[in-house]
């Protein structure tokens, strides 16, 4: 008997036989497509129903394009948390009512519970959130909507701490740990992931507030040290504060070190936040330089407080620096400088 592809099995025959192989797809590519195991598949098919309308010549299953749009559906729904019966259910009898019958509409977790979940399709969640299920689900098909449209949901059920602590960086962590386990793969998911995640925080980032008279507080600076490309969590950050009405200037990537130290030189800032994801990248002879800063009238002068974020710092002594573990710490700390109550 000859070699099967990856995630495919031998069936047994069934007629007729399913011939357009054309606009047809095997188990193994339509895993791929879908981001779930063909075991998923083959699992669905059993216990709902949810199974090619007409099997091959023997040797594999063969999904055609009405097969798909209903596991489309099916993984639609139980990315957002609806349970697998009822998923099939629904996702059946939309295909069913696609001509133009009325659809069924799934029953949705209720907004603020916690349900939790130790897997994600193919990428490493552990015990996580139902959302990073989903939102995992949705990146690993690069289902652009679906991405945006979880994200969206997670900060409007969740508000925007709990968004990005609880959902969006455990997904990033799963993307990224697969990423480094599995070669170059998953390169473009941890891209269109990263690159919603930043389009929903700027979207819900206020425009930035002034900061008053030349004797009160400046502005929050938030840059990446020099080498680093990281930003997202300098956008969660900003749109934390902006949540406040704290007045931040964001300069994002990269900062070289004559930029930063003539922005500090110019705002006066009331703090610095620091980025630096890697060891690599996390100076600090530049922190210390940026905490040396001094402005204003003699007898009068000031200096930033310096914030180090980022696990790039880790494991340095950093004595008269803050650097916040997670990002509540981080808003309420900067909130103080400004005697402003957090939201």
């Known amino acids: ?143 652009a909507p679906a991405v945006e449209e979880q994200l969206a949901a997670a900060v409007d059920n969740h508000g925007l701490a709990v968004a990005w602590q609880e959902v969006m960086v455990p997904t990033l962590h799963a993307v990224g740990r697969k990423w480094a386990s599995s070669g170059d793969r998953y390169v473009e998911v941890e891209h269109l992931l990263s690159w919603h995640i930043s389009t929903v925080l700027r979207r819900c980032t206020r425009p930035p507030a002034g900061h008053g008279d030349a004797l009160g507080p400046g502005p929050v600076v938030l840059a990446c040290v020099p080498g680093e490309q990281h930003t997202l969590a300098l956008e969660a950050l900003n749109a934390g504060l902006g949540e406040l009405r704290l007045p931040t200037r964001m300069f994002g990537a990269a900062v070289p070190v004559e930029a930063l130290t003539a922005a500090v030189e110019r705002l006066g800032p009331a703090a610095v936040v620091l980025w630096a994801q890697a060891r690599s990248t996390a100076s600090l002879p530049l922190a210390r330089h940026v905490a040396d800063a001094r402005w204003g009238m003699k007898g009068a002068r000031r200096k930033p407080l310096v914030v180090l974020g980022g696990p790039g710092w880790l494991g340095r002594s950093a004595q008269g620096l803050l650097r916040p573990t997670v990002f509540r710490d981080a808003v309420d700390a900067l909130a103080g400088l400004y005697g402003a109550e957090p939201v």
Request: hydrophobic share 35%; glycine share 10%.
């Open 1 to 143: 008997m000859p070699d099967l592809p990856d995630g495919e099995e031998p069936e047994a025959p069934s007629a007729p036989a399913f011939r357009d192989t054309a606009t047809s797809l095997t188990t193994g590519a339509l895993a791929r497509r879908l981001g779930v195991s063909p075991t998923t598949l083959r699992s669905w098919d059993r216990r709902y129903g949810i199974g090619p309308a007409v099997r091959g010549d023997g040797r594999h299953r063969r999904w055609a394009p009405r097969d798909v749009a209903v596991l489309e559906t099916m993984c639609r729904l139980t990315s957002a948390g609806v349970p697998p019966a009822e998923a099939a259910r629904v996702a059946k009898e939309s295909a069913a009512g696609a001509a133009g019958g009325a659809q069924v509409p799934p029953r949705t977790p209720e907004p603020g519970t916690r349900a939790r979940s130790r897997a994600a399709g193919t990428l490493p969640l552990g015990d996580v959130r139902q959302e990073c299920r989903g939102l995992a689900r949705a990146a690993v098909r690069l289902d």
